[in-house]
T-cell receptor, first 116, second 113 residues
Framework: AQSVTQLGSHVSVSEGALVLLRCNYS??????LFWYVQYPNQGLQLLLK??????LVKGINGFEAEFKKSETSFHLTKPSAHMSDAAEYFC??????????????FGKGTLLTVNP | DTGVSQDPRHKITKRGQNVTFRCDPI?????LYWYRQTLGQGPEFLTY????????KSRLLSDRFSAERPKGSFSTLEIQRTEQGDSAMYLC???????????FGQGTRLTVV
């Protein structure tokens, strides 16, 4: 079974500073990896995904993530934080566990606070 | 593409009552998922439909829970004899194919009092 660990339940940065949210995964087969963002009382919006190919993935709102198989990591970064980035971020892994379901397994989330 | 729609957005119910939630996926998305999210946690998989067939159910889906997708379009999730532990956000997601993005609805927040 696959699993996701997000290091740090809460990350606080200053506006304009680097954002780094950490994600490690466990999977017995090649995974698909995702980062989602969730604003209060809202659903999840996809930031970026890795399926195959280039290991550095660029997403929306200036975010990017790098798939490192040797480290089983998929950390999310953004060079310069904006106040509007304050939200909860979820890393997720997807594998074909039978029936082509590709269900998502999520980490517990990291709450990002951006200070003015 | 009007997005995934969930109804209601909020539901408060007394313990022991039955509740039903509806999810309308993006049209032509044949794959539909239900997830449950409790406070401070990531979403957890409940069940998966491909067209009208329910192909997988999580162990989280006790006998009090039932989900349907009668014509391969909208889906319903019913909880019978609700308990306080059922209080959570219930999220629906749909996707068109295996290697495609899953789109989430805004969720139904259930509070059992």
């Amino acid at each position: 079974a696959q699993s996701v660990t997000q290091l740090g339940s809460h990350v606080s940065v200053s506006e304009g500073a680097l954002v780094l949210l950490r994600c490690n995964y466990s999977s017995s087969v090649p995974p698909y990896l995702f980062w989602y963002v969730q604003y209060p009382n809202q659903g999840l919006q996809l930031l970026l995904k890795y399926t195959t190919g280039a290991t550095l993935v660029k997403g929306i709102n200036g975010f990017e993530a790098e798939f490192k198989k040797s480290e089983t990591s998929f950390h999310l970064t953004k060079p310069s934080a904006h106040m509007s980035d304050a939200a909860e971020y979820f890393c997720a892994v997807s594998v074909n566990s039978g029936g082509s379901n590709y269900k998502l397994t999520f980490g517990k989330g990291t709450l990002l606070t951006v200070n003015p | 593409d009007t997005g995934v729609s969930q109804d209601p957005r909020h539901k408060i119910t007394k313990r022991g009552q039955n509740v039903t939630f509806r999810c309308d996926p993006i049209s032509e998305h044949n794959r539909l998922y239900w997830y449950r999210q409790t406070l401070g946690q990531g979403p957890e998989f409940l069940t998966y439909f491909q067209n009208e067939a329910q192909l997988e159910k999580s162990r989280l889906l006790s006998d009090r829970f039932s989900a349907e997708r009668p014509k391969g379009s909208f889906s319903t999730l019913e909880i019978q004899r609700t308990e306080q532990g059922d209080s959570a956000m219930y999220l629906c997601a749909s996707r068109r194919g295996e290697n495609t993005e899953a789109f989430f609805g805004q969720g139904t927040r259930l509070t059992v009092v």
